[in-house]
C-alpha cells in the first residue's frame, strides 16, 4: 500500500516525539513493503512564527491531499496572553474542522511494566484497557453565541453548549462500531440531571444503540465517571461523550496509564472509499517548553499515535499490532525516559525511538 501521510513537528517537544514516531513508520513502512510519502508542514506556534497564522492555507492544502496526517504537540508560553485567534491552539482547532474530524479517540491501557508507575494502587489499574470516545467538533468550544462583554460590575463572559442530533448520532455510532471489535459495552457519560443537551443526548443515544443489540450500554452522570476512572477503571471498554467531558475525563486517563506521555489519540472523521477512517493523530501530551531539545521527552505517545494511523486511516491492523507489541517490549525491558522512573539511567527520546524499531 502507498501510504501518503502529512507530518506536522508543531513546538517544543513535538518535534523530538514526531522524529521519532516517523522513524517508528519508516521502519514498518520498509518491514511490511508499503511506499512510504511524506510531507512536513508548520502548525501552531512555529508556524505563527514563520507565517502570521497558526494554521496557514499550505498546511490546509497539504492536509487536504494527504491519507492522514501526524502531529506533534503545539503551544509555547510567548503566545499565552495573545487572544484565541492568535494563539499556536488556534491551529489544531483549524485543522481538525479543515479535516472534518469530528470524534477524537483516546486509549488507555494500562502496561504491566508500568503499574508501580501510577498514583493508584496496583489492583485497581491492573488490566485497565479502554478507548474514550470524545465528541470534537461540537459543545461548548464551538457554541454561539459565545464572549466577554460590559465593563465593571456589569462585565460578563457567555459560552453555550449547542449540539444538535446528527452530531450525537454520528460519534455514538463510532463508539458503538469499535465496542463491537472490542468487549461489546459502551458507557455514554453526561450530565442530563441537570443539562438540556445532555438530555438530548441520552435520547439520542438510547435510539442509536438499538442498531447495535449485540453491544450493552450503560449510562453515568460525568461527575460519577470521573469517580470510577480511578476507583474501578476496568469496568469501562469505550466511554463516549461530548467535547468538554471528554476533553476532562480523557486527560485523567493519564493517572491509569502511568505517564500522559504514553497516551496517543487519533481524530476521525467520514470514512473514505475504501473504508478507512480520514484521521489527524497526535499524542496527548502538551508541547513541554521547558525540557524541549534536551533528548527526553518520552515519544510513545507519539508511537503509539503511528500504530493507531496504520490501524483506522489505513487498516493495517498486522502492523499497528506489531508498533504495540515494540512498545511493550520496550517497555518491559526498562529501556525508557524518566517520567516512567526506570530503575537504570533513563534512555533519551532518540534510544526509545531506535529501541520500538529493533524490537519490530
Known amino acids: 500500500m502507498d501510504l501518503n501521510v502529512l507530518i506536522l513537528p508543531g513546538d517544543g517537544i513535538g518535534t523530538e516525539v514526531t522524529r521519532e514516531a516517523v522513524r517508528v513508520l519508516r521502519h514498518v513502512a520498509g518491514k511490511f513493503n508499503h511506499g512510504l510519502h511524506l510531507s512536513e508542514g508548520l502548525l501552531g506556534g512555529i508556524a ?12 490546509a492544502a497539504l ?21 484565541p485567534s492568535k494563539r499556536p491552539e488556534a491551529g489544531l482547532l483549524g485543522i481538525r474542522k479543515a479535516l472534518g474530524v469530528f470524534a477524537n479517540l483516546r486509549p488507555v491501557r494500562t502496561y504491566k511494566a508500568l503499574i508501580d508507575s501510577s498514583p493508584l494502587k496496583n489492583h485497581l489499574v491492573e488490566g485497565t484497557d479502554m478507548i474514550i470516545v470524545r465528541e470534537l467538533t461540537g459543545g461548548i468550544y464551538y457554541g454561539t453565541p459565545r464572549g466577554v462583554s460590559g465593563e465593571g460590575a456589569e462585565e460578563r463572559a457567555v459560552n453555550t453548549m449547542a449540539y444538535t442530533r446528527p452530531e450525537i448520532e454520528r460519534v455514538t455510532r463510532m463508539a458503538f462500531q469499535l465496542a463491537r471489535g472490542r468487549r461489546k459495552k459502551v458507557t455514554s457519560v453526561d450530565k442530563s440531571n441537570v443539562l438540556e443537551n445532555s438530555q438530548l443526548w441520552r435520547k439520542v443515544v438510547l435510539e442509536v444503540a438499538h442498531e447495535f443489540p449485540d453491544v450493552v450500554l450503560d449510562h453515568l452522570l460525568v461527575d460519577n465517571c470521573a469517580m470510577q476512572l480511578v476507583l ?33 489519540s487519533a481524530s476521525i472523521g467520514n470514512r473514505k472509499e475504501s473504508g478507512a477512517w480520514a484521521g489527524l ?3 496527548v501530551h502538551g508541547s513541554a517548553p521547558d525540557i524541549a531539545g534536551q533528548n527526553k521527552a518520552n515519544p510513545l505517545g507519539a508511537i503509539g499515535s503511528v500504530a493507531a494511523m496504520l490501524e483506522y486511516s489505513f487498516g493495517l491492523t498486522e502492523e499497528a499490532a506489531a508498533v504495540n507489541k515494540a512498545m511493550e517490549i520496550v517497555l518491559d525491558s526498562g529501556r525508557v ?16 525511538g531506535q529501541a520500538v524499531c529493533e524490537a519490530i
Do not use: C, W
Open 48 to 59: 505563527i512564527h514563520r507565517t502570521g497564522s497558526p494554521f496557514p492555507g499550505e498546511t
Open 281 to 283: 493523530y497526535e499524542p
Open 232 to 264: 474501578n477503571p476496568r469496568r469501562f471498554d469505550v466511554v463516549v461523550t461530548e467535547n468538554m467531558f471528554g476533553d476532562i475525563l480523557s486527560d485523567e486517563g493519564a493517572v491509569l496509564a502511568g505517564s500522559i506521555g504514553m497516551l496517543p
Open 337 to 352: 525516559t524518566a517520567d516512567l522512573k526506570p530503575s537504570g539511567t533513563p534512555a533519551t527520546t532518540e534510544q526509545v
Open 63 to 83: 492536509a487536504a491531499n494527504a491519507d492522514a496526517t501526524l502531529m506533534g504537540a503545539v503551544g509555547l508560553p510567548e503566545f499565552d496572553s495573545a487572544p
